[in-house]
């Protein structure tokens, strides 16, 4: 298991609460059992909104809940999910210490509107910060078998962003990108939650991966038809917009950095209806022009799957860009409100973000290793120029803080022991050590003071690095 420390880096870094960074490390390591075990990885399909943070968009709400559509509905019975599940469990522990008591195990099975058998699960856990006293948290399972499927799932890959990522990652069945945007859309028109209306309007602003309109109506008529429901119209939502209002804060405040205003995303649904609807297609600024020798640093094959760490600040001005908010900038020991629009490399290799000064409109640029803070503000902002920061993510970032390892499959054994970060003799015996290391060649520096600043250094090769800011790997 992860060193506590690690958690609450990554939760200092995103600016959410501890807990729940612990919860989505567990989740990742609950994937890691469900699809490493033989008698369940080829038929569970994984959906909803976690699946899109851990397999779609690094950079997107954290999720809570395990939602699975299920091939076989007999192993929607109790026997076999506890037998399964407390197989994992051990698994999980030996490779992890993540603690999965078999007394926290529970299965409601019931029958669905649809006369069909479905599941409501509950697995405890016992993480890196979790009390050692009063009740464990738990991880939700929804399991229904009589789900609609359009598409073929696909194996993706998981977005575990912690050092004990297994060697070659966790991979995942999954609703490909089409089905989930359909679901989520369908789910939309049906309940009308806060989460479905912010992953329906993301997934629309995507545009860099975003389907046809035409797949997706097709999907999603499907889906209906499916569920016994109209295909959705605006003036069907209308009716829920009060209520929508009223819970927005209290089902996403705690699931992201900064939470938009409820407005931002209901004043997107005519134009995402619109689309559906005719096909007409959004008007997007062009982008900013690009100077000689720049590149953009988009996501991979439009896909986002490999990012890992990156730069200390980007994850928080990724998501502002994706959620169409300010950013206050630390640079140049000033404090500046910007809109964020793009990252771009430049012909001597420097990782340039380029913005517009929220004051005065004015566009500047700003060395990414320069950048001295970032927070997310809850001010708005309508976009002058393509943003082409999304939450798929650039792929120039750091890999993870420490090297991978491999997992064992179910059947094998190994003492269990606690993986804590790897420690070295300094020779200052007084006051915590921050450890910072380079994104670019992973050296790691060691700091009296919380100090992410670098000295000038080269890589492997001795050729000088340009990386000038590091990332917290460790405090000793």
């Known amino acids: 298991m992860i060193d506590r420390r690690e958690i609450l880096a990554m939760a200092a870094t995103v600016s959410l609460r501890p807990d729940v960074i612990e919860k989505d490390y567990v989740l990742g390591w609950l994937l890691a059992g469900i699809y490493n075990h033989p008698a369940i990885n080829k038929d569970w399909i994984f959906k909803g909104g976690t699946c899109l943070k851990k397999c779609y968009f690094e950079t997107y709400r954290f999720s809570e809940d395990l939602d699975f559509t299920l091939t076989d509905e007999s192993q929607i019975k109790e026997d076999f999910l506890r037998n399964t599940f407390e197989t994992i469990a051990e698994w999980v522990y030996e490779q992890t210490g993540i603690e999965v008591p078999k007394d926290g195990l529970s299965f409601d099975i019931y029958t669905n509107p649809r006369g069909k058998t479905s599941c409501q699960g509950k697995v405890s856990y016992r993480g890196p910060v979790s009390p050692t006293s009063g009740g464990y948290p738990k991880v939700k399972l929804d399991l229904t078998a009589d789900e609609k499927l359009v598409l073929a799932p696909a194996l993706q890959p998981v977005y575990h962003p912690y050092s004990d990522e297994p060697n070659g990652g966790i991979q995942a069945l999954c609703y490909v990108y089409e089905e989930v945007f359909g679901e989520k859309f369908r789910a939309l028109a049906e309940r009308t939650r806060p989460r479905d209306l912010y992953d329906v309007v993301n997934l629309f602003r995507n545009s860099t991966i975003k389907p046809a309109a035409g797949v997706l109506l097709d999907i999603l008529r499907q889906k209906c038809e499916f569920k016994g429901i109209a295909v959705p119209v605006l003036a069907d939502l209308e009716s829920h917009k009060e209520s929508l209002e009223g819970s927005w ?99 001597d290799g420097n990782v340039i973000l380029h913005a517009i000064r929220a004051d005065d409109g004015q566009h500047r640029s700003y060395r990414v290793d320069r950048i001295q803070g970032a927070r997310v503000t809850n001010r708005v902002f309508t976009p002058k120029y393509e943003v082409e920061l999304t939450s798929g993510g650039p792929v120039v970032l750091a890999p993870t803080v420490a090297e991978s390892r491999k997992i064992k499959s179910f059947g094998t054994s190994r003492p269990r022991a ?24 992973q050296k790691k520096f060691t700091r009296s003071k919380n100090d992410s600043k670098l000295n000038k250094h080269k890589d492997k090769n001795g050729w000088p690095c340009s990386g000038r800011t590091g990332y917290l790997t460790d405090v000793r």
């Open 249 to 347: 804060a209290n089902m996403l405040g705690h699931q992201l950095p900064n939470l938009p205003p409820v407005e931002s995303y209901w004043s997107e649904l005519p134009a995402i209806f619109e689309w559906i609807e005719h096909g007409h297609e959004p008007v997007i600024p062009t982008a900013y022009p690009l100077r000689p020798g720049e590149t953009i640093i988009r996501e991979r094959s439009g896909r986002s799957l490999t990012v890992r760490h990156g730069a200390q600040y980007l994850e928080i001005i990724r998501f502002a860009a994706a959620n169409r908010l300010c950013v206050e900038l630390d640079y140049g020991h000033k404090t500046r409100v910007i809109e964020p629009y793009s990252l771009r490399q430049t012909q």
């Open 418 to 441: 606690t993986r804590p970060f790897s420690r070295r003799s300094h020779s200052s015996s007084f006051g915590p050590k921050y450890i910072f290391q380079c994104p670019y060649c």
